[in-house]
């Protein structure tokens, strides 16, 4: 099936840097692709939509001069978190649409903590 | 926003049991999805249901889906300990192609 490839899986950084997260369609091309956010115990909230060779869009709320979006080919799409803080300390999630009418392919996530 | 709403927020049974788990949406959909989470982990997609359908089974699992209450149930039969995890909707806006999720339901199945 369909397999979608998130990394890094975790990372540390601190206050100030930035953090590039990748996510890789492995064996389909999406020309979309969509990143969560999640904080502990709550649901996934859809930050933003990536299109290809295009801008993404930003839910309401995103600030997307923090939020990074490149989705530069046909199977990758990068989210950069620039400046972290605190607070942007989550679990971060892509998925991408593989076509089969079987729902989105999730990547696995990448647990970000910035101290 | 467009963000379900999902009741209970935890469930917690006994192993062969039944589990019940329903969602409740905002807007007019094409589709539903139901996925699951195991903890710390990424999504693992159940069961699309459309629109114009109104049940679905897969193997254990069984979606009902209600158009006119803006509603729909995930049941999972004769449960398992690994069946322990986070179960959300997703529903997609008319309109577009993102899905929305629910706030999710925490199962615990005890042995």
């Known amino acids: 099936g369909a397999v979608v490839s998130q990394h890094p899986s975790w990372v540390i950084c601190k206050s100030g840097t930035s953090v590039k997260i990748e996510c890789r369609s492995l064996?389909?091309?999406?020309?979309?692709m969509f990143w969560y956010r999640q904080f502990p115990k709550q649901s996934l909230m859809l930050m933003a939509t990536?299109?290809?060779?295009?801008?993404?869009?930003?839910e309401q709320g995103v600030e997307k001069d923090k939020f990074l979006i490149n989705h530069a080919s046909l199977t990758l799409s990068t989210l950069t978190v620039t400046s972290a803080h605190p607070e942007d300390s989550s679990f971060y999630i892509c998925?991408?649409?593989?076509?089969?009418?079987?729902?989105?392919?999730f990547g696995s996530g990448t647990r970000l903590t910035v101290v | 926003s467009q963000q379900g709403e999902e009741d209970p927020q935890a469930l917690s049974i006994q192993e062969g049991e039944n589990a019940t788990m329903n969602c409740s949406y905002k807007?007019?959909?094409?589709?539903l999805q139901w996925y699951r989470q195991n903890s710390g982990r990424g999504l693992v997609h159940l069961i699309l249901?459309?629109?114009?359908?109104r049940e679905k089974h897969s193997g254990r699992l069984r979606v009902t889906l209600d158009t006119s209450k803006k509603s729909s149930s995930l049941l999972i039969t004769a449960s398992r300990a690994a069946d322990t995890a986070s179960y959300f909707c997703?529903?997609?806006?008319?309109?577009?192609?993102?899905?929305?999720f629910g706030t999710g339901t925490s199962l615990t199945v005890i042995p």
């Open positions: 990536s299109n290809e060779g295009s801008k993404a869009t930003y």
């Open positions: 997703a529903t997609d806006a008319n309109t577009g192609n993102q899905f929305y």
């Open positions: 807007t007019s959909i094409n589709n």
């Open positions: 998925s991408a649409d593989d076509r089969s009418n079987y729902g989105y392919t």
């Open positions: 064996d389909f091309q999406a020309t979309t």
């Open positions: 249901i459309r629109s114009n359908e």
